[in-house]
Every structure is written in structure tokens, then in C-alpha cells.
């Protein structure tokens, strides 16, 4: 009898993993046949604290990617295109390693010019994001329209820890803070065999 019951577990264990590995493959591929196209565009909004605003973007098969990027009330148009980007700012167009070669803006911390030009060398377009995570998901579910799924909770540090690091009092760079607990969850929506939003 208790062999009958752990066989029935491991084979239920075993269809769960086959069914989760089957969700990651349509979500994985969802993304591929997105990254696939010959191009795609995107709204991404952050709603409070630290980015709080919107980006619009298109890119194209061959990585050209134009942004439209509205931080408060200042908004900024960026074309990156290999490692190479520029961006429009109120002193005309820039390379982002001059925006991020720009002075600190006080109390140690960095300028905007420089966070801005930081944070366009360091771009992934979304789906190249979300592809780093698909081998990261757990409680994937089905739904009528996709999956939702919580990353797992190293991927949730990785995704929510502050990267920036403050001065401190003797110049040096300040730790990043710690992050304990981390949820993240996903919806992912699936059209046509492509994701149409995350």
C-alpha cells in the first residue's frame, strides 16, 4: 500500500514537472516569436519610488531600438543601436558614456545626466528581460489568456535589488541594501502563439 501511494505521488510530481516544463516552453516561445519578428513596440510604465514613469519604445529585428523616456517632467528620445546610443537632452544630442562620464549631482550622489546615460548602456529590450527569466518561474499557471507565475526568490532579489550604491561618509560606495522575502509575480499574455503583454 505505501509503495502504491509514493509511486502515485512520484508519477503526480512527475506530470507537474511536465506540465510546468510545457508552460515554460509556450511561454519561452511566446517571447521568441515576439524577438523573432521583423519588429515590435512596447509601453512600459513604473508606478512610485525610484524610475517612476513611462518608456515607449520599437525595435527592430536588426536591434535598432528608438525610446521615448518621461522620468517626472523632463522626457527623453534615445536611439540605440548595437552598443552604441544617443540621446536627446536639452543640450542637444549626447552618447550615452558622455551622459555617463557626467558629474555627481551632489551629496555624492550621481546626476540625472549621468543615471540616464547609465541606464541606456545597460538597456535590454523587454523581451530580452523577460527571456533571462523564463528558466526561473515557479507556480506557473494557465489562464485563459496566458500563465501567471511567481519567479523564484533569488530571481525576485535579482530583479528588485537597487543597483545604485551611495556614497558614504568616507567616499567610498555605500552597500546595496539587503533584500529579504522577495515576491515578484508575472502575468504573461499569449496571442497567437506570440506574447502580446507582460
Known amino acids: 500500500m505505501l509503495r502504491r501511494i509514493i509511486l502515485s505521488a512520484a508519477m503526480v510530481a512527475g506530470c507537474a514537472g511536465l506540465a510546468r516544463a510545457a508552460a515554460e516552453d509556450d511561454i519561452h516561445s511566446g517571447l521568441q516569436k515576439l524577438a523573432d519578428s521583423p519588429n515590435y513596440s512596447w509601453k512600459t510604465a513604473v508606478e512610485g519610488g525610484f524610475g517612476a514613469g513611462e518608456t515607449t519604445g520599437k525595435t527592430q529585428k536588426d536591434g535598432l531600438t528608438t525610446l521615448s523616456v ?68 515557479q507556480n506557473v499557471q494557465k489562464t485563459d489568456d496566458g500563465y501567471t507565475a511567481d519567479l523564484t526568490e533569488d530571481a525576485a532579489k535579482a530583479a528588485l535589488t537597487f543597483r545604485r550604491r551611495n556614497a558614504n561618509a568616507a567616499g567610498g560606495a555605500a552597500a546595496a541594501p539587503t533584500v529579504t522575502n522577495a515576491k515578484v509575480s508575472v502575468k504573461i499574455w499569449i496571442k497567437d502563439g506570440a506574447v502580446t503583454k507582460m
Open 70 to 137: 518621461t522620468r517626472q517632467d523632463n522626457t527623453y528620445e534615445i536611439v540605440i543601436q548595437g552598443d552604441k546610443a544617443a540621446v536627446k537632452t536639452d543640450d542637444g544630442w549626447k552618447s550615452a558614456a558622455e551622459l555617463a562620464a557626467a558629474g555627481g549631482g551632489g551629496q555624492g550622489a550621481p546626476s540625472p545626466d549621468r543615471m540616464l546615460g547609465m541606464m541606456v548602456q545597460n538597456f535590454k529590450t523587454p523581451v530580452a528581460q523577460a527571456l533571462e527569466y523564463t528558466g526561473k518561474l
